[in-house]
């Protein structure tokens, strides 16, 4: 409409006029000769309201044509200018109807135009306001009736917000009357606009972005779901389906063990064991001969697989149920059914996170677990985590091995006392093999176990290579009070091993023929010994072949696979078995709140453990410690900082305070704080802080990683002065969750550990208390003098002031602890400061 009026007016209008624009080019219709039509028309109707001082244009009148040049004569072409002027005003009325729904539409926020919606920016949540229209200045002609006044439409309330107070509709104002005058040509009055019609068209607008949502969520729905299906092979969330997924991810598992073993040998190795620990890899509950004992280690340590697989399932189904303004879980429906939402679907939408939550395996052990001679990526934990990765990414769970072994190390007190600052708090089982420098320590044994237990993941403890009836005990302690703890069945296992071919007296041909994990492996009923090969393939020779720690006591490849892939056994069937019973379980009850239904009573059991009396401590709670809260050490969080490697607080920068992060790298390749070689520390002038130093010797020059870990140790010697170490700094408070109130300033320190115990004359040891002199040196902590140190276990002494075991905070909340070397040519280590 709005088109013709402009063309019947330029036709009137370019009849009667010659009109030029730019000098050059006439304008007269018809419009086909104008030059460049589609601007032309935009550049004349600017010419009708603009002057043409200003645009450049000369508009010259011509009198009117004779009747025959018009193509009418006479009446008919009066009647025909009639016909026109009547068509010209009824496009002009329609096309003012149009104008003013559209722009009311705009100003309501319910014009669906995408080009509308383009052109202007749109603000979220801010309600429009209505525009007063300006009233005109009154005129000499007659008024015109005055129409009602139209109500805006209440705008939509911000969200959280009460709808605003209606408005009372003002009264028409009244003007005075005048005298009567012959009626004008009436012109038509516009459509009205009252509120009704406008809601009747939000409504239509609203039911079709209804529509084009529901339209579009089902199809991004619906690939999502086929983007999931294909990345986990079939549907995760179901619980029947997440089962056939993790057996069919298990079959491959075994099949791929059958390759590597040969079908033979892996049937007589596991299959046609009688045992029923055979399908967990010959580990099982430390209780399970007892038939009074209140807990099951395979119960908890399902319930904990459980816990896992609906943390994924969970994370997943909130993901989807708020994917792009869709609700995929509950029906494919759109959150916001009116909202303008682009019908364009974006590949990231698409994107499957794979690790949806985290399974851990940390490994605590000495030399021999630690992998020592072997490659680092050839230890027990890195074949538990080959083997297992596949089973549990199945159901949307990351298996993570992490190796914390460290070579000539006893699992306490140290280890044990400063768990968190070595394993972190996230870990769901904790793995013990310290059987070589433990030796009958059981206290040992029971104070790792019991911290690692009550650390936040409630870790499942699981033993290795126990050998002691003693150790055997403890474990069934834990698992007496409510911690799943897991042993090796020696018998079973005796069985496997028994099956192992035996090399000796065959020919290197039959040799070659037999699978890789049982080639050259016994020689003589020797495992990794003798000949023909086992001693000279026991390790690997694929690169850096002089490493160190290729020793007669430690474990070469084939162990470590065995042994590793009897961990993958159980982890994998404890998930399978797990995924089992949460078909039932998923019948009655959501997956959210079955979640939150395991978590609160792995909870309540951990407490109910934490508040029964400690097990026997041997001589950890002997003479020596009378007067001190043994139970205290066992159940507080305490804080340690310790220098050695791996340790979690040294990886993330918490133990040193920067940016330097990073975790197992090469020798050489570390991007966390290395500290500084022991030669340096010797020769570098005091800063009244502790340095950070390192044994060189300990590193190996190698590509790839071989012996991540490292003793190092906090350094003063005499040129130093007095030197400060403060526990716990900034980071440590964060880190740790540290609460004042629950430390009562017990403080432990251990010694910088010297190979097999060989330290140098100029090696001041601390825990010896016959250096303990003021001639050799003197420490305080928050200026108060130690006047006593108490050994506790080998490696670490509890240090007592005048007054007794414990020390004040300083007004940090923190405690200062500060050395002065006083004898020539000596020095002093720290391996690790604790404090409870």
Same mark, same amino acid.
Request: hydrophobic share 35%; net charge neutral.
């Given at each position: ?51 043409? =001082?200003?645009? !450049? ?10 009747? /025959? ?35 009311? =539409? ?123 299906? %294909? ?8 619980? %029947? ?68 697989? &609906? ?8 993901? =989807? ?20 939402? /682009? ?10 996170? /794979? ?58 007190? =140290? ?66 009070? !409510? ?23 065959? /020919? ?39 490493? %160190? ?36 379980? &998923? ?145 440590? %408070? ?50 108060? &003098? ?51």
């Amino acid at each position: 409409c709005v088109g013709i009026a402009i063309v019947v007016c330029m036709h009137r209008c370019c009849h009667r006029y010659h009109c030029y624009i730019d000098d050059n080019i006439p304008v007269s219709l018809p419009f086909r000769e104008i030059h460049g039509a589609s601007n032309q028309l935009i550049r004349f109707i600017v010419v009708l309201s603009i002057p043409n =001082e200003i645009m !450049g244009i000369r508009v010259q009148q011509r009198p009117d044509p004779p009747a /025959s040049a018009l193509g009418v004569s006479g009446e008919n072409g009066s009647m025909r200018r009639i016909q026109g002027t009547v068509m010209i005003l009824v496009c002009l009325s329609a096309a003012l109807f149009y104008w003013t729904t559209k722009v009311s =539409e705009l100003e309501t926020g319910t014009l669906p135009s995408n080009d509308v919606i383009k052109a202007v920016p749109v603000l979220e949540n801010v309600p429009s306001v209505p525009v007063a229209t300006p009233t005109p200045p009154p005129t000499e002609a007659a008024p015109l009736p005055t129409p009602p006044p139209v109500q805006p439409p209440t705008p939509p309330p911000a969200p959280g917000l009460p709808p605003p107070t209606p408005q009372p509709t003002p009264p028409p104002t009244q003007k005075p009357e005048s005298p009567p005058t012959p009626p004008p040509t009436q012109k038509p009055e516009p459509p009205p606009t009252e509120a009704p019609v406008q809601a009747a068209a939000a409504a239509a607008n609203n039911n079709d972005n209804t529509k084009k949502a529901e339209e579009r969520c089902a199809q991004i729905c619906m690939k999502r779901k086929d983007a999931r299906n %294909k990345h986990f092979g079939g549907n995760v969330l179901e619980p %029947k389906a997440a089962l056939g997924m993790a057996k069919k991810a298990q079959d491959k598992m075994i099949n791929k063990l059958r390759q590597d073993y040969g079908a033979n040998y892996f049937k007589a190795m596991f299959e046609d064991n009688p045992s029923p620990t055979k399908k967990y890899g010959f580990y099982m509950d430390a209780n399970r001969d007892k038939a009074d004992v209140e807990f099951s280690s395979h119960k908890i340590a399902k319930d904990k697989m459980k816990i896992k697989v &609906l943390e994924a399932q969970v994370k997943l189904m909130q993901t =989807e149920q708020k994917l792009e303004g869709c609700d995929c879980i509950n029906g494919n429906k759109p959150l916001n059914p009116t909202a303008q939402l /682009s019908m364009d679907i974006k590949d990231e939408f698409l994107n499957i996170e /794979s690790n949806l939550a985290s399974f851990v395996w940390m490994t605590g052990g000495h030399s021999a677990s630690a992998g020592h001679g072997n490659m680092f990526n050839e230890s027990y934990t890195a074949f538990a985590e080959y083997a297992a990765k596949d089973v549990f990414a199945s159901v949307g769970i990351e298996y993570k091995g992490q190796n914390y072994a460290m070579g000539g190390t006893r699992s306490g007190p =140290e280890i044990a006392f400063c768990n968190r600052a070595v394993f972190g708090y996230e870990y769901d089982v904790l793995s013990w093999d310290y059987g070589m420098t433990d030796g009958k320590r059981y206290e040992q044994l029971m104070a790792y176990l019991y911290r690692g237990a009550t650390s936040p993941g409630h870790p499942i403890v699981h033993g290795v290579n126990l050998g002691h009836a003693g150790r055997v005990e403890r474990l069934q302690q834990i698992g007496e009070m !409510g911690i799943a703890s897991f042993i090796l069945d020696e018998a079973a296992y005796k069985g496997a091993r028994d099956a192992i071919p035996d090399t000796e007296g065959m /020919s290197d041909a039959d040799i070659d023929k037999l699978p890789p994990f049982v080639r050259s492996f016994k020689c003589g009923n020797q495992l990794e010994k003798g000949e023909p090969h086992c001693s000279d393939d026991k390790y690997t020779k694929y690169t850096c072949v002089a490493r %160190k720690g290729k020793v007669s006591w430690h474990p070469g490849i084939k162990w470590h696979a065995l042994t590793g892939n009897q961990m993958a056994m159980l982890t994998t069937q404890l998930l399978v078995d797990a995924l089992g019973e949460l078909v039932v379980d &998923l019948e009655a009850n959501d997956p959210a709140n079955l979640l939150k239904k395991l978590k609160n009573e792995d909870k309540a059991r951990v407490e109910a453990f934490k508040a029964m009396p400690i097990p026997p401590m041997g001589d950890m709670a002997d003479d020596r410690l009378e007067g001190m809260d043994i139970e205290h050490f066992l159940k507080s969080e305490g804080i340690c900082k310790t220098g050695r490697t791996p340790s979690k607080t040294r990886y993330e920068g918490i133990l040193t305070e920067t940016n330097k992060v990073g975790g197992f790298s090469p020798a050489g390749e570390e991007t966390y704080e290395v500290g500084i070689p022991i030669e340096d520390a010797k020769q570098a002038p005091g800063n009244g802080v502790m340095k950070l130093a390192y044994n060189p010797g300990n590193r190996e020059n190698c590509p790839f990683i071989v012996k991540p870990d490292y003793k190092d140790f906090f350094y003063v010697d005499k040129k130093d002065g007095v030197s400060k170490l403060t526990i716990p700094n900034e980071r440590e %408070k964060k880190a740790f969750h540290y609460d004042p109130s629950k430390i009562k300033g017990y403080m432990m320190v251990c010694t910088g550990v010297c190979d097999f115990g060989e330290c140098k004359k100029s090696d001041i040891s601390y825990r010896d208390v016959e250096q303990f002199k003021p001639e050799n040196y003197e420490m305080k902590v928050n200026d108060v &003098l130690v006047t006593k140190i108490v050994p506790m276990g080998e490696e670490c002494v509890l240090l007592h002031n005048a007054k007794g075991p414990t020390f004040q905070k300083n007004s940090k909340q923190a405690f200062d602890i500060t050395v002065k070397v006083n004898a020539d040519g000596k020095y002093m280590r720290m391996g690790a400061v604790a404090v409870f």
